[in-house]
Every structure is written in C-alpha cells, then in structure tokens.
C-alpha cells in the first residue's frame, strides 16, 4: 500500500505554526522523519487558517524538496493553491483533490493532464458527505467517466470513498469498506483507492487502536493507498503485518525490520 504521509497540514499545530512563522527546519523535520518511517509520498495542506495559501503551499513545496526527493500531494479546496505547487514540484505530482462536481471535474482534470498529475477524486459533490455505498459508487463513476472522456489515464486516478468520524457517523465504516471493493468494477483497468485514514477516528479517545484496526479491515479490502500518520509505528507495524497476511510480502521471523529496511 502506497503510504502518503500526513503531518505537513496546517491542522496540526506542529505545522501550523512553522508554516506562519517560515519555521523550515520544523517542516524539514517533519518531511524526512516520515520519509524514514516508511511514507512515500507526503501529502501538503497549508491549513484552514492560511492567510496567503498560494504563497504558504509554494514555500512548502520548495522548503521540502530541498532536502528530499519525493512526490507531493498538493491538499487544498482551490485550484489556484494547487496550481501554485504543481508549478514547482519536481516529481509526478498528486491532486488532492477534486470532487464529482461539474465545475471541478472541468477544470481539474486539464489541469492534472497539463502537469501529468496523479488525481485524487472525492467520491462526493455539492450535496455534502455520500450517504451509502450506492452514492459512493455513483459518484466514482461521475469522475470515472469524466476522466475517460477527457482522455487523463486512469491509472493516475485515486478514488478517495470518503471516510468520516466513526464517533458521529458509526454506519459510514461499512458503507466506506464496501466502496472500495465496488470501485474497481467500475471500469477496466480499475481506479485506485485511497483514504484519509484519520478521519475515522476524530474526536475519539482511542484514535491509534480505531486508525490500525479500520487500515487492516481497508487493506483487506484492496486499499490502494492511505493518507496517515507514518509515525505512529503501532499503525505501520499493524499495515506491514496486514500486508504479509494478504500475501504481498514474504515471511521471515524479522518481517517488520526486514520490510522497514527495504
Ligand atoms: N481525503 C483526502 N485528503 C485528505 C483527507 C481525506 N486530506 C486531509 C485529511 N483528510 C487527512 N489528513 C488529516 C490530518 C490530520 C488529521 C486528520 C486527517 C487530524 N488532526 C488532528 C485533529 O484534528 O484532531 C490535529 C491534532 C494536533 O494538532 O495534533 O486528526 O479524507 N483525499
């Protein structure tokens, strides 16, 4: 499973700070220490509270690169915020992200074909939060075709179901599970998946024991790639062994060193 870490977002009072302040050290930290727990690609969101977004992510961009050499995931709502990472990133770049409405679909999608961009698509739109797995899968489908249609190719897309709180929205886990099964029959060669695995356990009291459980349940059901927190070495410990179960890595006594040194 592709890990996209997640801590450079400006949710986190870590990075929300150093981002205000131009903290690079902070940030630089931040990017290899996730690198080294096993992320491979680091997803960047200046925040909510970002005054001057457009700036904000171009400096994240570039403080990071100057130290590693990995892909991105541009996080942001606006287009123009990500347009302004996409125009300094070095590597094949991820959109994170665009949703099923026509208006996003229309201008992303040019967008990621132009900087041949990786495309993260919410299986969501202008109604809010998808209520089943059936509007889930009808709202993959919406961004699918629209893909095809516009000729970007489909294995640069990530189909994201949508995860949600599991303290206020305790139905959505199974709906979210099943999604990422029905995805990949929704055209050939199928989507990739991906979740922001955190947000299952917002607001919780036992956040990293609800963020390993639903990865393994996620990774069972072919979980393409997860937005998480690479640190959390329970959590990564729980998706390698996750992944020698499923057959995709060979046992050995020191599977979780042998993999970490890979
Ligand atoms: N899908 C896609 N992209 C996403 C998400 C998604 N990007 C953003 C988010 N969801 C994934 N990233 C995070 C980052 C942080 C948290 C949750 C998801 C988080 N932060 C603590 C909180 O809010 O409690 C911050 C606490 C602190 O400051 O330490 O939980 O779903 N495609």
């Keep these: ?3 996209i870490g997640e801590l450079i977002n400006g ?4 990075a929300g700070n150093a981002i205000k302040k131009r903290e690079k050290s902070v940030i630089q930290k931040l990017a290899k ?3 080294t727990a096993g992320a491979g690609v680091l997803d ?4 909510p509270a970002s005054i001057e977004p457009k700036s904000d992510m171009k400096w994240l961009v570039e403080t990071i690169q100057e130290v590693l050499d990995i892909p991105l995931a541009l996080d942001s709502t606006k287009a123009d915020v990500i347009e302004e990472g996409l125009k300094v990133v070095k590597r094949k770049a991820f959109i994170n992200s665009i949703n099923a409405d026509d208006d996003k679909l229309n201008t992303l999608i040019p967008i990621a074909k132009k900087y041949k961009a990786q495309l993260i698509g919410l299986a969501m739109d202008k109604r809010g939060i998808p209520r089943d797995r059936i509007q889930r899968s009808e709202l993959a489908l919406k961004i699918v075709s629209s893909c095809i249609e516009k000729e970007f190719p489909i294995e640069d897309l990530y189909i994201d179901p949508v995860v949600l709180p599991v303290n206020v929205a305790q139905a959505q886990g199974v709906e979210v599970l099943e999604s990422i099964r029905e995805f ?9 998946t991906v979740v922001g695995l955190s947000n299952i ?3 919780t009291k036992k956040r990293s024991l609800i963020n390993r459980t639903f990865l393994v349940m996620a990774a069972s059901c072919g979980l393409s790639a ?3 927190d690479p640190l959390d070495s329970e959590l990564m410990d729980a998706l390698i062994t996750a992944e020698l179960l499923l057959n995709q890595h060979i046992y050995c006594d020191s599977y979780l060193d042998a993999y970490r040194k890979k």
Excluded: F, H, R
């Design 201 to 203: 356990s917002q607001g």
């Design 184 to 192: 990949k029959l929704l055209c050939d060669p199928p989507p990739k």
């Design 11 to 14: 949710m986190y009072k870590a």
């Design 226 to 228: 997860a937005i998480l």
């Design 1 to 3: 499973m592709l890990v």
């Design 44 to 47: 960047v969101n200046t925040g």
């Design 33 to 35: 220490d996730q690198v």
